[in-house]
């Protein structure tokens, strides 16, 4: 492994996940220091030492050290091991929180992935599974990680504050992923969603289905939003609703985009009249941003075309989001990687907003734990 001396610095608390992944996948040991060292209540936190243990149960050999006040980590990263895991997140935070580091590190394992986390399906800060089930999927298929084994499934819903959701998720490994060249989005072709409603009346879900589709159904007839009414031990411990939107273009690009409501005991009340219309709104706004990869799934292609093999790969993405920004410096510092990045601005033909082609050559990064059959 990486010797202590190409191991990273950093100081503060914001950007953690990425930092632990880019070291797992790297190799390379990284030292967090100063964690809210200046807060009321220093350190990490529950939701951010849940990940710390996640990703110790994903592998083999890693070191972690962590001070009496939990402002300072340092993380020496093992081998990604894989197999059979069950995780129980934090409920500060969403599943998603989870998922997302999940999903750029699953390939790369000795075993084939496959776990199952409990806590918070849908919030109101990180991605929901339902999102991440249809915009994220499909970019690992546009990398050659697809076949019968991945999926996302979720068993139980479990909404802020008590969550008790669950959902199982299996990744196959690969050896190497291929390079894409992703740089027509093409023309939205149809409409899908998920409407669901735990522990409130059923009714909440069809309200909020008639007044999504008011504002959609001016663009676009192909139009299906399903509902979701959990009832019994499947629904959580918590009530809620929500609405998830996805628009598919004709070249298969997925765009994402949710609201939910807000937790039993927090804030004013929402109607489910004002959450679909707010949802399909959020919707258009991320089809107007456009791109091949929506605004929640932009870091997580361009990590796997930095891990591609040494070939060309280019996609074109809508404006780059802050997270996306930070997490192309940590590619430079952890990889030595740098995008080529160019502005095409939308003209008279292309509607939409300003666009940006990202294109680099991949490092030929290779699973090297996964086992030879």
């Known amino acids: 492994m990486a010797t202590p001396a190409h191991s990273l610095s950093y100081a503060g608390c914001n950007f953690l996940r990425q930092r632990l992944v880019l070291s797992t996948l790297s190799g390379r040991p990284v030292k967090i220091r100063k964690i809210r060292a200046r807060d009321d209540n220093p350190g990490l936190r529950d939701f951010e030492a849940s990940f710390i243990r996640l990703l110790d149960k994903i592998t ?51 075993h084939p992935l496959r776990i199952v986390l409990r806590g918070v399906t849908n919030d109101q800060v990180d991605p929901s599974v339902d999102v991440l089930k249809t915009t994220a999927l499909p970019v690992l298929k546009q990398f050659g990680i697809d076949g019968e084994s991945l999926e996302l499934k979720i068993v139980r ?33 149809r409409i899908r969603g998920m409407a669901y409603s735990v522990r409130v009346s059923p009714q909440m879900a069809n309200r909020i289905v008639d007044s999504a589709r008011s504002i959609l159904n001016k663009f676009i007839p192909d139009i299906y939003i399903y509902t979701d009414h959990m009832k019994g031990i499947n629904s959580g411990k918590s009530p809620g609703f929500g609405l998830s939107l996805v628009a598919e273009t004709i070249n298969g690009t997925f765009l994402g985009a949710e609201l939910t409501s807000n937790p039993q005991g927090q804030g004013v009340a929402v109607l489910p009249e004002d959450l679909g219309r707010n949802c399909a709104k959020l919707l258009l706004e991320e089809i107007y941003r456009g791109g091949c990869v929506d605004s929640t799934n932009q870091s997580l292609a361009l990590l796997f075309m930095t891990l591609g093999q040494q070939d060309v790969s280019k996609v074109l993405l809508g404006p780059l989001s802050p997270y996306t920004i930070e997490f192309l410096r940590h590619l430079k510092s952890f990889f030595q990687i ?31 734990s996964k086992t030879l059959k």
């Open 338 to 368: 740098m995008f080529k990045i160019e502005t095409k601005p939308c003209g008279e033909e292309r509607k939409g907003g300003d666009k940006v082609l990202m294109t680099c050559v991949g490092i030929g990064f290779s699973n090297l």
């Open 157 to 189: 819903r479990g909404m802020p504050p008590g969550g008790g959701g669950e959902v199982i998720f299996s990744c196959p490994i690969r050896k190497v992923l291929k390079p894409i060249q992703l740089t027509d989005p093409g023309k939205i072709k």
């Open 60 to 110: 083999n050999g890693s070191r972690i050290e962590i001070n009496q006040t939990g402002t300072t980590l340092y993380y020496q990263p093992g081998l990604l091991y894989g197999g059979s895991v069950e995780h129980d997140c934090s409920v500060l935070r969403g599943i998603g929180y989870y998922l997302e580091s999940l999903l750029c590190l699953a390939p790369f394992m000795k």
